[in-house]
């Protein structure tokens, strides 16, 4: 068994490596997106706040996979191809995004109103309080909330296998397939998977937990 798990490991472990990559990229892009639309849709401006809205209950409304094929399958019949990494990483990060940009518009929604008006009567005006005062405390109050995040991309990702996209789940599948023994090989990508979200969710707890101290 021992020998069997150093032979497959290091074919497992380049499928972590480009799951962890993936799930980087999908969580950076997110974080982008969902800020900016965040930020927007608490804008003083009923038509950008529709069209945010819109966008956030509509992905948040479709499973990711459907997401997922619509990018891969269905773009392309409107003359956009995209390869199946770009694909994986697009439909990620947009629906990254639906739920950061809740986040982080609970948070701006939750800060004292006193600490708006203490900036409107400094002079200051909507972008310039947003940006100095109200959105770098949201961001500080959505640290754990986007932590969770982040442990669900990684989840997310084993999604993009279905489109062979090369990665952790897929690589377990190949590997079962070669080797026949579907069960210590996915025993062992469920160990690996288990370790990479265990070890994220008590780093957000940390963070958690530190903030709170802090506040």
């Keep these: ?13 380049k499928g972590t490596i480009n799951t962890l990559y993936l799930s980087a990229i999908c969580l950076v892009l997110g974080l982008i997106i969902g800020i900016i639309s965040g930020v927007l849709s608490v804008i003083p401006i009923k038509f950008i706040r529709g069209i945010i809205f819109i966008y956030i209950y509509l992905i ?9 094929f619509l990018t891969y399958y269905i773009l ?3 003359g956009i191809e995209l390869n199946a990494g770009i694909a994986a990483a697009a ?6 995004a639906a739920f950061i940009s809740e986040i982080i518009r609970g948070a701006i ?7 708006t008006d203490a900036a409107k009567s400094l002079g200051m005006r909507y972008w310039q309080y947003m940006r100095k005062v109200i959105l770098p405390q949201s961001l500080r109050y959505s640290i754990p909330s986007i ?13 993009v296998s279905i489109i062979s996209v090369s990665e952790l789940t897929l690589a377990g599948k190949e590997l079962s397939e070669v080797t026949l023994k579907p069960f210590q090989i996915y025993l062992q990508v469920a160990i690996i998977y288990f370790i990479l979200c265990f070890s994220l969710s ?9 903030l709170h101290f802090e506040q």
Excluded at 60 to 68: F, N
Excluded at 91 to 96: D, E, R
């Design 1 to 13: 068994m021992v020998s069997f798990i150093l032979d497959t490991f290091p074919y497992l472990a």
């Design 60 to 68: 948040r409304g479709i499973p990711l996979l459907v997401l997922l």
């Design 76 to 78: 392309p019949l409107f």
């Design 91 to 96: 439909s990620i990060s947009i629906y990254n």
């Design 109 to 115: 929604l939750t800060l004292s109103a006193g600490q």
């Design 147 to 159: 932590v969770n995040i982040a442990l669900m991309c990684i989840k997310f990702t084993a999604l």
């Design 202 to 210: 008590r780093f957000g707890l940390f963070l958690e937990k530190k």
